[in-house]
């Protein structure tokens, strides 16, 4: 949270995020941690945020800090579907899955059990992802909208956005078609629009950078 929220201070707004910055590293935790599901079959995921019985406060309102999507892939023909939360506004997104040019190396580390060995990628042009998968689980899925690796994506970093999910527990379940239904509510539209909305909201209340208004369509859009 220290990071997300260094980032977001500039001349403009110095005068008053920067008191309030110092106030909130004092009385609130470095880290904030959420919670998510990621139920799978051989060609389908879905990916769940969880709500929190108590939600840690995200004071200076950044997307990058919170769980803003669910999100179903349907794997065998490279389609997703996505529910967004934006600006307390759910929007409904069906798309094709994004391609990402994974690198593989040869670094492994073990997640929740499995073996796992990391993959590298540039997403949304220039945005650097690290990932690490299992071949153990023979499934191309991940969280939120990352996949197309050769097994289940276990870990995942944006490290210059300061964020990771990790799996901490792997259940061996049957999964019913109930427990693999498309989110179906919200406005209908495209990332073209969603991305024109977001622009034109941010842009006309007036108080936000153009680095800031790039830094919120990059949370929703990821």
Not at 35 to 54: A, G, H, M, N
Not at 74 to 89: G, H, Q, R, W, Y
Not at 180 to 199: C, M, N, R, W, Y
Request: net charge positive.
């Amino acid at each position: 949270m220290f990071a997300v929220i260094k980032r977001m201070i500039n001349k403009e707004n110095e005068s008053w995020y920067g008191p309030a910055f110092e106030a909130f590293k004092k009385n609130q935790p470095q880290f904030r941690t959420l919670k998510s599901t990621l139920t799978f079959s051989k060609d389908r995921t879905l990916f769940t945020p969880i709500e929190p019985e108590v939600m840690q406060p995200n004071l200076f309102g950044s997307p990058m800090a919170d769980q803003n999507n669910t999100i179903y892939t349907d794997l065998a023909n490279s389609l997703i579907t996505m529910n967004k939360t934006v600006f307390e506004d759910k929007y409904l997104l069906k798309d094709s899955v994004r391609k990402i040019n994974w690198k593989i190396t040869s670094e492994t580390r073990d997640i929740a059990g499995y073996h796992c060995r990391r993959a590298n990628a540039l997403v949304l042009d220039s945005v650097y992802v690290v990932a690490f998968y299992t071949d153990q689980i023979p499934v191309t899925g991940g969280p939120e909208s990352f996949s197309g690796l050769p097994g289940m994506i276990l870990g995942l970093a944006i490290p210059h956005e300061n964020i990771t999910w990790f799996a901490t527990k792997v259940t061996d379940a049957p999964v019913t078609e109930k427990a693999l239904t498309p989110p179906a509510k919200g406005k209908t539209t495209t990332i073209k629009q969603l991305s024109t909305t977001i622009h034109d909201g941010l842009k006309s209340r007036g108080w936000y950078s153009d680095a800031e208004i790039q830094s919120y369509l990059k949370a929703f859009l990821l």
